[in-house]
């Protein structure tokens, strides 16, 4: 649910301080969606859970995903969601706007978009410089007086057991205010840069060569 896009898309790689970062981003908006107001009731929540699951021969099937997510920040869906905290949705535009620039820059064909995607790398490595934004944000003075938390605003819709059955044991616990089915976003097609980036990864890793044949 709230693995980087970078391990769903590619479970193998070498996990870094950056994946953690981003947990943290996604973590921190799956609880906003659903348990402070905001204005998108009918929210994606799918792309916290999908998964696509591919056969392999001879191998256990490997289980991708991170399109959704890839979507909602290189099409800068996350600038649409509005919180009622000023202070909490400023923080998350700020990490979203981070971390669209590095996936944007990774299939640009521009040096400096590809720049650009490397400092905003290399400046969220820096755990000072997240805590700092955290920091930033709360002390800040407007943030809402009183409880402002609401009932879960999204009860269980997902084709995903698992999530479906943590989601019913929230509800049960803390009420539901909420019904409807969120909309699907594609992911799949060249548009999609989740897609992009495995063709671009396919592309750079080496292929082996035929073994010469004796005569």
């Known amino acids: 649910q709230f693995m980087s896009i970078h391990i769903l898309e590619e479970p193998d790689r070498l996990h870094t301080i950056l994946d953690d ?5 996604w973590l921190l908006l799956y609880c906003a969606l659903h348990w402070l107001r905001h204005n ?3 929210f994606n929540m799918g792309l916290f859970d999908e998964e696509d699951v591919q056969p392999r ?5 490997l289980t991708l995903g991170g399109g ?14 509005e919180f009622g905290s000023k202070p909490l949705n400023d923080l998350l535009r700020e990490l979203g706007r981070q971390f ?3 996936y944007w820059g990774e299939t640009a064909d521009d040096e400096d978009t590809r720049n ?16 700092n934004m955290f920091k930033k944000a709360l002390g800040r003075t407007d943030w809402p007086q009183g409880k402002d938390r609401v009932p879960d605003q999204f009860p269980p819709v997902t084709d ?13 616990t803390y009420g539901s205010n909420s ?15 989740s897609v992009k980036r495995r063709a671009k990864r396919s592309a750079s890793r080496p292929t082996s060569q035929p073994a010469a044949s004796s005569s």
């Open 21 to 25: 970062i981003e947990s943290i981003y």
């Open 40 to 42: 998108s009731p009918f």
């Open 57 to 61: 021969l001879h191998l256990p099937p």
């Open 68 to 81: 959704k997510k890839s979507v909602f920040l290189t099409r800068s869906q996350y600038t649409q969601l």
């Open 100 to 102: 669209k620039t590095i």
């Open 116 to 131: 650009r995607a490397e400092a905003a790398a290399k400046s969220l490595e820096d755990v000072t410089v997240v805590l």
């Open 160 to 172: 995903n057991k698992r999530t479906r059955d943590e989601h019913r044991s929230t509800v049960e």
């Open 179 to 193: 019904s409807g089915a969120p909309p699907n976003s594609s992911t799949s097609g060249s548009s999609n840069p």
